[in-house]
């Protein structure tokens, strides 16, 4: 198939450092071509632009250019939006990643032209939180998915046991830690936001919705923040999203923690890399964390990765509880991360090897 392409869907920020790990493992000569598509989801230099270089990826070959709306609105907008693009030009095969509208748009569309898709991060299932958005589009891109790439064994066998194909599954281990791991001499250089010392603070990230729309749960969490703050100096890259919930709510960030903006991929997880600890609702420094062994506090009542919970680096804290599990970390009471097979740096060469046997 000469000159065929391989094109790689980035909606949102997390998706990038996924789908770099696929990027960088595909050899000279491969039968396919990679080409970033941009469906526009994020959309700003903060959280999509900046990080290009940083990965070391180009400018997106194609770019949807949609964003905002409801997620019906999303979903449907990029829908269109692709199903345009690739009736002029169409790849051999899609590849989406991870759970956001625009991942789950982009899969619908490219099933509908009869184009293949991989699943990047498939079988991530969370039973407690059914209705939560992203848990609705994961369960629904692995239905349409072909070739299905777990981060772990256990989420391979959860889809062989929903019926998948075997063939079509192959747990190749954690892209965002293959990205981190490559990036992280260069994180490590990466001068420190004033006022702070390796090891001396700690990182808040937040940003799902359950935890910042509401203003009861985002309040609870703050009272939690401001306690463990007077514990452990906090810096805090500000999400847009909490950024303008904090403004509708009426709320204040607490004494104690440094706001940032958004930071570039390299900042961020040199930030992390020199932490003593991060408290995060994100699943991706979920991830990170067990890979830096960092003592990660989850500010959620289940995770869709419990092999982080299992690595035992990673608990699962509410907001009540954190100044607790803050002062425990500061005690030296907190487990090191035990490591999780397939998580060595390797997966996108896996990835590439799946793909080749399923090439005509």
């Not at 094109?7 to 970033?36: D, S």
């Not at 702070?196 to 910042?212: D, E, K, Q």
């Not at 990660?296 to 289940?302: E, F, G, I, V």
Request: charged residues 20%; contains cysteine; hydrophobic residues 50%.
């Amino acid at each position: 198939m000469p000159g065929a392409e391989l094109h790689l869907v980035a909606a949102a920020r997390p998706n990038l450092p996924k789908l770099a790990a696929l990027w960088h493992a595909i050899p000279a000569g491969f039968p396919l071509r990679p080409v970033l598509l941009h469906t526009g989801q994020h959309h700003d230099a903060a959280m999509f632009g900046t990080h290009l270089a940083d990965l070391g990826l180009p400018p997106p070959a194609i770019a949807l250019e949609v964003s905002g709306g409801t997620h019906a609105e999303l979903t449907g907008r990029t829908m269109i939006a692709a199903e345009a693009a690739w009736a002029a030009r169409r790849p051999a095969l899609v590849v989406v990643a991870g759970d956001v509208d625009g991942t789950l748009a982009a899969a619908l569309a490219a099933r509908k032209l009869g184009i293949p898709v991989a699943h990047l991060e498939a079988g991530l299932r969370n039973p407690s939180e059914p209705d939560m958005p992203e848990e609705i589009n994961r369960r629904a891109v692995d239905a349409l998915a072909q070739l299905l790439w777990a981060p772990d064994e256990a989420s391979a066998a959860l889809l062989r046991a929903e019926g998948h194909d075997a063939a079509q599954v192959r747990a190749v281990g954690n892209a965002m830690v293959d990205t981190a791991l490559r990036s992280l001499s260069a994180a490590r250089d990466r001068p420190l936001p004033t006022g702070l010392m390796p090891g001396g603070y700690g990182v808040i990230t937040l940003h799902r919705a359950a935890n910042v729309d509401d203003r009861d749960a985002f309040a609870a969490l703050l009272a939690g923040v401001g306690e463990a703050a007077r514990l452990l100096p906090l810096a805090w890259p500000l999400h847009p999203r909490a950024r303008i919930r904090l403004a509708e709510h009426g709320l204040a960030v607490p004494p104690g923690v440094q706001v940032l903006p958004p930071l570039p991929y390299l900042d961020f997880l040199g930030l992390l890399a020199r932490a003593r600890l991060v408290a995060s609702d994100s699943g991706g420094v979920q991830e990170e964390a067990t890979a830096l062994d960092l003592p990660c506090l989850t500010l959620r009542p289940a995770t869709e990765r419990p092999v982080t919970l299992e690595a035992g680096s990673s608990r699962l804290v509410a907001a009540r509880d954190l100044p607790a599990a803050v002062a425990q970390v500061l005690a030296g009471d907190w487990p090191r991360a035990r490591p999780i097979p397939l998580w060595d740096g390797r997966a996108g060469g896996r990835m590439v090897a799946h793909l080749a046997e399923h090439l005509p």
